[in-house]
């Protein structure tokens, strides 16, 4: 296979067609009983087709600056692959820290285990790599592997969310696992408050 183009979509700036195109693969790679690609696209639509020009996009991600989808194209022009990632301000026992955050990661099952999952990723973890994020924070359950393969490690400090409405304190993270890209950034103990819901 040759090198795959990797496009980026900002937030705010999708075309319908690329907005749909991400909700597709999204219902193909996370399917839940009951769930309607209909239902992914009212979930998404708010992030995705929101008001971007003020660099701050409302509602449910709470990101510093409007975020961005990796995704890469099949040979029929559908998508079979996509990363997005948002910034997030959060507190730390040690102090404020911007990190990058990983959401949405997905490829098409019938291209899996050709890498490309691997590509994307790497392509969304840039702004970790060339310094603009001292590292990228995210949630996962069974591709914990992958992540581990690519460089990333489990975190196991307490989270909340400080900006719950019911003032709860529980992980707003869902998934089974914590992790951070790259395993070596320098990461504090204690208490994380993510200061938005989980992504
Ligand atoms: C996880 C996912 C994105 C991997 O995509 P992919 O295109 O198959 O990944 P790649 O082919 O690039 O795999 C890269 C490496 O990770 C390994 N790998 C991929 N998925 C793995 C998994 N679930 N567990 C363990 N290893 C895995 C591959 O074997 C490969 O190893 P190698 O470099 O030694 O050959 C894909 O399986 C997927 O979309 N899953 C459903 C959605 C999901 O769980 N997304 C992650 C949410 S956080």
């Known amino acids: 296979m040759s090198e795959p183009t990797i496009e980026t979509w900002t937030a705010g700036q999708m075309t319908e067609e690329q907005f749909r195109a991400g909700c597709v693969l999204h219902h193909a790679a996370f399917p839940k009983p009951g769930r309607t690609i209909e239902g992914v696209i009212a ?4 992030v995705w087709m929101g008001e971007a020009g003020a660099g701050v996009v409302p509602g449910p991600l709470v990101s510093a600056t409007p975020p961005v989808r990796y995704v890469i194209r099949g040979e029929d022009g559908a ?8 910034t997030r301000t959060i507190s730390t026992e040690q102090g404020e820290l911007t990190v990058s955050g990983l959401l949405d990661v ?4 019938s291209v899996r285990g050709q890498g490309l999952g691997a590509k994307i990723v790497q392509a969304a973890w840039a702004s970790v790599d ?6 990228c924070l995210f949630e996962t359950g069974e591709a914990r592997p992958f992540y581990e393969k690519l460089g990333a490690r489990v975190v196991d400090n307490p989270i909340i969310d400080s900006t719950h409405p019911t003032g709860s304190r529980d992980n707003p993270f869902e998934d089974t696992w914590v992790m951070i890209y790259p395993a070596r950034a320098s990461w504090p103990e204690g208490e994380i408050d993510l200061r938005g819901p989980g992504y």
């Open 43 to 46: 979930k998404k639509r708010p």
């Open 130 to 135: 060339d310094g603009t994020h001292p590292l």
């Open 106 to 109: 997905a490829t098409c099952p």
């Open 79 to 86: 998508l079979v692959a996509n990363a997005a990632i948002l």
